[in-house]
């Protein structure tokens, strides 16, 4: 197990952690929660002590490998291949493979004992080079870096040639496939699109060591997580339960805080008044005494503190415009001759819609995104601005155009040179930004306030379609709620790329997949994506396809030369057939699904003995945990395939 025993660490001045207690038992899946350098990095530097505190200890198990993403990876040599250094993820297996091939190579040279003595050699370092994975690491990097988006004709590329996103990809790809006992990973989801998101979120469903993960995408943190750890304020605070429990928990516990802290706050002004007021008198005396011991040995109950990502945001309404907001005709672009990143693009868009991009990096989410702003002219085709539509755009690259040494009011002033100060201190009020604040540099603010700072510039104007690229990167899990929650109630037209997966479904009504060069349209949540993107690559046809692939048997698929009496008593004995085959589904699928239940409801019985101090058998506890994990691996497993039964029948 992990633990920190009475952890303090500091930054100067400020405390990051301040006399931290806790434990991390072998199998469990932690999420790590909290405002931007609150010191939830801080506490995985400790873990693999590339930080130091000022007070404490940090215990780690010295037997197990820890996984974890290097901020600046980088290749042995300017030669090593892509798949080469992704290979290199457990530490030893370059050196027994080099080993092997030197005793293979002598092999032939040596006779009698010692001949026999390097067989041996071979034969013990082969069983290792087995043991730790070796003769799987290779399908098993291929099989990521695919899932990761990587082409397979880049696997031989020099890594040194990738930028720097794929890099990190890369360096995730060389700690995942290693295996590690315990797996630390922060923020994965940053340098990665929807489909690769996707991929690892299956990929870490079935990691059966011990899991730790900072995200600020719920998706991941829900999917993945049976524990919460909050660092916030100096503390780290242990919910005993994935994502949405905590902040349920979390809300609750504030509340019975604010009440306690109400109560005593009542309790201490009655005793005061008493005391105040019977000080003087001979024959209160004692009754003043007592009071006054009641009152110092009464603990303070603090007021729950609020998070620093706090700060509202309030978007503002959208002026009027035509029924359709813009349209694409017969759209294509291409940065070098001959090689087109999109083609034949027709996208029509309308007023209100919110529409989300989807797709892997590289396929022209950003051009298409950029066309649609207008900032990027197509190479063939026609954009169509509709009517009185005023686009705002922000750009992933939003903070390459504030300059550092400006304050906030020029900067949102600046966007609207005609704005009255009331309406440029108004806009940036909308986004947290109030009084004094107005007049701090550009250079001092967070990822998140640079963030708030461009939304407040983008309005300081009010579009009426909104073009977002990637607009939740560097807020923090509340930051990205409120953004969410307005957004969602907007009133104009949005068009957004987001790697973000609960954020998209939030706001976004209407998928646009790239499928290079050209797009499909989902009139749909990105849920409804899912589905039909399914039934796409199961069929390979389009919707209209796919449904007839479900429709009654047409006259066609009767055996030739049966009477119309003889077909329709076929077609009966094909519905009897499916109506049987749909009922085994649904009881085989109520089956699956009770087990699930009463697997995961048990699975929170265990986490929660797990989480209370007075709790010794750890190991029976996590030995079961694990086994429930199989159970449920195999009844989930069981209910798809009876819901795979059902959707046939």
Not at 204 to 233: K, M, N, P
Not at 344 to 363: C, P, T
Not at 619 to 628: D, F, K, M, S, Y
């Amino acid at each position: 197990m992990i633990e920190f025993q009475n952890v303090t660490k500091r930054f100067g001045a400020q405390d990051i952690l301040v006399d931290v207690t806790l434990r991390i038992n072998p199998s469990e899946r932690v999420g790590i929660v909290g405002p931007n350098g609150g010191g939830k990095s801080t506490m995985f530097g400790l873990i693999t002590g590339s930080a130091e505190m000022e007070r404490g200890d940090v215990v780690v198990p010295k037997k197990q490998r820890v996984g974890h993403v290097r901020q600046r990876p980088k290749a042995e040599s300017d030669e090593m291949g892509l798949l080469a250094f992704t290979e290199q993820s457990i530490p030893g297996l370059a050196k027994i493979t080099d080993d092997l091939h030197r005793l293979e190579a002598g092999l032939s040279k040596l006779e009698g004992s010692e001949r026999e003595s390097c067989i041996r050699r071979i034969g013990n370092l082969q069983t290792e080079f087995e043991h730790l994975g070796g003769y799987e690491m290779r399908s098993r990097a291929e099989a990521a870096l695919s899932g990761l988006g990587f082409k397979e004709e880049e696997f031989s590329l020099p890594f040194v040639d990738f930028s720097g996103g794929w890099k990190m990809r890369a360096e995730l790809v060389r700690v995942l496939i290693g295996d590690p006992d315990i797996l630390l990973l922060d923020e994965p989801s940053n340098y990665l699109d929807v489909p690769a998101v996707e991929w690892l979120r299956r990929f870490l469903r079935d990691f059966q060591g011990t899991l730790l993960l900072i995200s600020h995408d719920r998706y991941l943190l829900e999917a993945l997580t049976d524990l919460t750890l909050e660092v916030q304020h100096g503390n780290v605070t242990r919910y005993s339960g994935g994502y949405k429990y905590y902040i349920r928990e979390r809300e609750s516990r504030r509340h019975q805080q604010l009440a306690a802290k109400k109560t005593q706050d009542r309790k201490r002004e009655q005793t005061e008044k008493f005391i105040e007021r019977f000080r003087a008198k001979n024959t209160k005396a004692a009754a003043v005494q007592s009071r006054i011991k009641q009152l110092e040995r009464m603990d303070v109950i603090d007021a729950p503190m609020d998070d620093v990502s706090s700060s509202r945001i309030r978007i503002a309404p959208p002026p009027h415009c035509g029924a359709e907001v813009i349209r694409l005709e017969n759209i294509g672009h291409a940065y070098e001759e001959d090689v087109d990143v999109l083609k034949g693009v027709d996208l029509s868009v309308s007023r209100g819609q919110k529409v989300a991009l989807v797709g892997y990096n590289g396929m022209g989410k950003t051009t298409l995104l950029r066309i649609l702003a207008g900032v990027l002219p197509p190479t063939s085709g026609e954009r169509i601005l509709g009517y009185h539509v005023v686009v705002g755009y922000q750009a992933q690259e939003f903070t390459e155009t504030m300059s550092p040494d400006s304050n906030l009011f020029n900067i949102v002033k600046s966007a609207n040179p005609d704005a009255s100060d009331k309406q440029v201190r108004g806009a940036l009020g909308s986004f947290g930004f109030s009084g004094d604040h107005v007049d701090k540099l550009c250079r001092v603010l967070s990822g998140g306030e640079k963030i708030r700072l461009a939304f407040a510039r983008l309005f300081v104007n009010p579009p009426n379609f909104l073009v977002l690229d990637e607009p939740t990167t560097h807020l923090d899990l509340q930051g990205r709620q409120m953004l969410e929650a307005e957004l969602a109630k907007y009133e104009g037209t949005i068009c957004l790329v987001s790697h973000d997966i609960e954020f998209m479904r939030a706001v976004a009504d209407t998928i646009v997949a790239m499928e290079p060069p050209s797009i499909r349209n989902y009139p749909g949540d990105y849920d409804y994506y899912l589905s039909k993107r399914d039934e796409f690559t199961t069929s390979g046809s389009a919707p209209a396809q796919a449904t007839a692939r479900r429709a009654e048997p047409s006259l066609s698929d009767v055996p030739a030369g049966m009477s119309k009496k003889d077909a329709r008593k076929f077609r009966a004995d094909q519905r009897k057939a499916a109506n049987a085959q749909k009922r085994d589904g649904e009881k085989k699928a109520r089956e699956a699904e009770r087990r699930v239940e009463a697997l995961e409801k048990e699975q929170g019985e265990l986490a929660t003995q797990l989480a209370d101090p007075e709790t010794t058998d750890h190991e029976a506890l996590n030995r079961r945990l694990l086994a429930i994990q199989a159970d449920l691996r195999i009844w989930n497993a069981e209910w798809e395939q009876a819901a795979g039964a059902l959707d046939q029948a």
